[in-house]
């Protein structure tokens, strides 16, 4: 009995192991998809326009005879790369102003928490929308953006975690031990909280790239003939009837990638949740 209980302990529970398994797929497709895509994805008049799923064009073609599946493969080397490149800049910059908050003193805290506090009261697709409508539409502008919008949320996170940590008395005593405020957070307080930062920047990543197809829809972010996601779905939106194909595999796409980090982050979050831990 106590042999069979130690197998089934090591379990891989099935949200795991599904969103393990279409993060590795949706990861192998963006960088995998120079070989695997059989046609060039912005190449026009490869097939017929509007053509549905065939055993040539397994996702059919688009209005100007552009194979599918060749930009639904591309576009997911560009759809990662900017919630990636979002996510790690805006975790940096906002864990950087959240530790700063919580450690530089009483004045810097006040007038940091209160400016989070103004930019986490707007929607961060509302702060992407406005940084791109004044730097420009375009692939970098659109991550500089995402990556903006994602500070305040990051800051709230940072700042929470080392404002626990600040409070328990291994903190004092190295203050009374003579320690500085800079080697305090490098040394004692970053690796107790990275573990929660990195589980926050997994589930942030699927909302850095629900904002990128979002800009990309609305014109603001890739722009044609670049194969994102979202721009795909944009161009796809006036044929909905006609060649539905052009919107459903780009949004399953999408979907897919989402649910997978989401069942990632979800995961993560009861590995490092000590409460769970005891209950399991």
Known sequence: MEAKRKRRGWRVPWNVALGLGLAA?????????????????TRMAVGPRLAGPSAKFLFGTDEFGRDL????????RLSLG?????????????????????????????????????????????IALALVAFLGPGI????????????????????????????????EAARLAGINSGRLVRVHVMPNIGQSLIVMATLGFSSAIL?????????LGVQPPSP????????????ITKAPWILIFPGLAICLTVLSFNLIGDSLRDLADPRRKRTS
């Open 25 to 41: 797929i949706v990861l192998a497709a963006a960088l995998l998809s120079s070989w695997i895509a059989p046609f060039d994805p």
């Open 140 to 171: 970098v502008n659109a991550t500089i953006a995402i990556a903006i919008s994602l500070v305040p949320f990051y800051a709230r996170v940072a700042y929470g975690l080392a404002a626990a940590e600040r409070a328990k008395p291994y903190i």
């Open 211 to 219: 904002s990128a197809a979002g800009l990309s829809f609305l014109g």
């Open 69 to 76: 599946f060749s930009r639904v493969l591309t576009g997911a």
């Open 82 to 126: 900017i919630g990636f490149c979002a996510v790690v800049s805006g975790l940096a910059v906002g864990g950087l102003v959240g530790l700063v908050a919580a450690f530089a003193g009483r004045l810097i805290e006040a007038v940091l928490l209160r400016v989070i506090d103004v930019l986490y009261s707007f929607p961060d697709t509302l």
């Open 228 to 239: 994102e996601w979202g721009a795909i779905l944009a161009s796809g939106r006036n044929y």
